[in-house]
């Protein structure tokens, strides 16, 4: 075998570094992988990678190479560097198979050329003035021969800056076909993984046959590295690699050629699906193309090793592409052999958008319909639900996983399913007055008549954790609003989520529209549910702080409907009479403390310390065994006080809260601006105009006077039903029911009007006119 072996040496550090920072890589490589997992199968789905320990990264022409083929993409190069060695030093073991030689080969060879030209016409001119030169075609072979060495310096200087050693071999086609010859580069590359060296691997251009010519536009042969594909997939399976990454300039596998109006790039490619996709032309540089890379992948998968397709050229994906396939992100095309017996999550939302659009076409008598079903259903089938659930609590108490607070949402009962049952019934008359009512109607002209309508935003993403009793309250919503629906809920209620959604698909059959809400149950993780950009027009969380704010970072192009905290005070002011006081505090924090608008901080005028108002509050809060942080002034007032709270912003979510003191209405005020997240906040007081100004000044969703915080609900503000409380200052704010989850549209209708009838020299005037829209008009 014509193979170099070439161990690296201690170079001096160049700055060869990428957008990403390196501290941030040493600390992440700090957790070491070792996942030992027998060779013979490959992974069946993409979360599964993260179990990968032998990784082959091949980096193709189009990733390595500059857009003019003349050089290499250095950044590029870095970050991708950058990347193997993070994996490198968690304990993985790397290799790369590289394209690039012929490139930088070119580069050196052209500079070569134009100085020797240069100095040749110099000489003959004898003037400093140079004649036009032209640059000779240049031959692949002799520009590999002339770029191997600079190329593979350049890898061992990068991969120097993260203390990882690298080794060169070169191989050709030929050498795989002596037994011999691939025995020893097994046992070379074995020795190399085993002393934690990333091999990188590259075929011999300057020895192997010349590449069919292709001119590109400076006139030049297209660079080629002729067996990449192959050699990837080939040594993949040798080596008995995990995983093979074979990035290239397309984001991965499309049904039809990128580009073209219907192409969709395919997420899951499974062997056999090769007769329903249509391949285009091929990346500016290489010869091989997207199917030579499919059946090299196909032939790797086929030997136990699995196969995903990205984009390396992306300057969006590129510092992180390598890193996130490895974590079982849904990024390029995963290569498997399990074909999952449900549909996938793009084609559940491609079902539920063609189904509510005829869920939206319905009469709103047909809609109610199907929610008064859905009412019924929910009491019929009450021991079948409360079986259900009983299975999720067990099953999510013996983990030990979940919080006290947390199972507590999981929790369904017969008194809430007989209130959700309620809620549906009184939202199936409100959905009457929906879809296609008139908000405004205006004569433009004569004969010519706006009007603009409610209409349905589309497809909407619900995400929830734990509350069960969240499927049917935002099911119900999206039948009355005529939206389609995707549902992804937490693990911990599967079992009750999936009869819920059963008897949904039930009242929706009534009238056709049974696809119009899905229930994703496949390992979809929420960041990628969250790129679907194109498919989602509205994504709703439902569950901790910390899931909401996962889903706003994560949201790429699609608004999110929410608030991150439910932070939410009740003001105890110096007019406050006690029993109300005592009242409104208990029911805001004890009544279901695990709720977003239980009360977390309490607030007390300063006069109120050391009264009996006061001590009967902090009383009733030990009876019902509420834990108390005192905030820095309180606890300034006290000799021994409770622990100090750590942050003034803290959603404690179980029998906790904090109390502060406040000298005034307005101080509670500013604190409540301060440390608030604009959920609900209340004012206790006998003083009407302290109260109003309260109302006026305090700027959140909802704010109370003398009423507790558990107010803050849709069904009990009379929506019927809500999907979560927002705490946004555009589209709908508070408990969002069925207006919320509207839209509009405007509608012309005229007789052959063109704007150039209204100009100075047409012959029609706007009138403008506001027509009286007879109550309940629809369009």
Known sequence: MFARLALCSRL????????????????????????????????????????????????????????????????????????????????????????????????RLRHEILLSQSVRQALHSGQNQLKDMSIPVLEARACAAAGQSGLMALYEAMFTQYSICTAQILVTNLDFHDEQKRRNLNSTLHELLRMNIVPIINTNDAVVPPPVPNSDLQGVNVISIKDNDSLAARLAVEMKADLLIALSDVQGLFDSPPGTDDAKLIDIFYPGDQQSITYGTKSRVGIGGMEAKVKAALWALQGGTSVVIANGTDPKVTGHVITDIVEGKKVGTFFSEVKPAGPTVEQQTEMARHAGRALASLLPEQRG???????????????????????????????????????????????????????????????????????????????????????????????????????????????????????????????????????????????????????????????????????????????????????????????????????????????????????VVKDSKCDYPAACNAMETLLIHKDLLRTPIFDQIIDMLRIEHVKIHAGPRFASYLTFSPSEVKSLRTEYGDLECCIEVVDSMQDAVDHIHKYGSSHTDVIVTENEETAEQFLQQVDSACVFWNSSSRFADGYRFGLGAEVGISTARIHARGPVGLEGLLTTKWILRGEGHTVADFSEQGSMKYLHENIPIPQGSFS
């Not at 570094?17 to 199968?41: D, E, M, T, W, Y």
């Not at 990347?83 to 690039?100: F, H, K, P, Y």
């Not at 929790?411 to 405004?440: E, M």
């Not at 599967?494 to 949904?504: D, G, R």
Request: charged share 25%.
């Open 12 to 107: 001096p550090s160049r700055n060869w570094q990428s957008n990403c920072s390196r501290v941030s890589i040493r600390a992440f490589s700090q957790a070491k992988f070792s996942l030992p997992r027998p060779h013979g199968k490959s992974f069946a789905h993409r979360s599964e990678l993260k179990q990968a320990k032998r990784i082959v990264v091949k980096l193709g022409s189009a990733v390595v190479t500059r857009g003019d083929e003349c050089g290499l993409a250095l950044g590029r190069l870095a970050s991708i560097v950058e990347q193997v060695a993070m994996l490198q030093n968690q304990g993985r073991e790397m290799m790369i198979v590289t394209s690039g030689a012929v490139a930088f080969g070119k580069q």
């Open 369 to 583: 319909e199907i929610i008064c079903c859905l009412s019924e259903l929910l009491t019929e089938k009450k021991e079948e639900i409360l079986s259900a659930n009983k299975r999720d609590m067990e099953l999510a108490t013996a983990s030990g996983r979940f919080s006290q607070a947390l199972i507590d949402r999981l929790s369904l009962s017969t008194a809430k399913l007989n209130s959700l049952a309620i809620g549906l019934r009184q939202l199936a008359v409100s959905s009457r007055d929906s879809v296609g009512r008139v908000l405004r109607r205006t004569r433009v002209a004569n004969n010519l008549e706006l009007e603009q309508i409610t209409v349905p935003i589309g497809v909407l993403l619900v995400i929830f954790e734990s509350r069960p009793d969240c499927l049917p309250q935002v099911s119900a919503l999206a039948i009355a609003s005529g939206n389609a629906l995707l549902l992804k809920g937490g693990k911990e209620a599967a079992h009750t989520n999936k009869i819920l959604h059963q008897l949904t698909q039930e009242a929706l059959s009534i009238h056709g529209v049974t696809d119009a809400i899905q229930l994703v149950s496949t390992r979809e993780e929420v960041e990628d549910l969250c790129r679907l950009d194109k498919l989602i027009d509205l994504i709703i969380p439902r569950g901790s702080s910390e899931l909401v704010r996962e889903i706003q970072r994560a949201a790429k192009g699609i608004p999110v409907l929410g608030h991150s905290e439910g932070v939410c005070h009740i003001y105890v002011d110096n007019d406050a009479s006690i029993d109300k006081a005592i009242d």
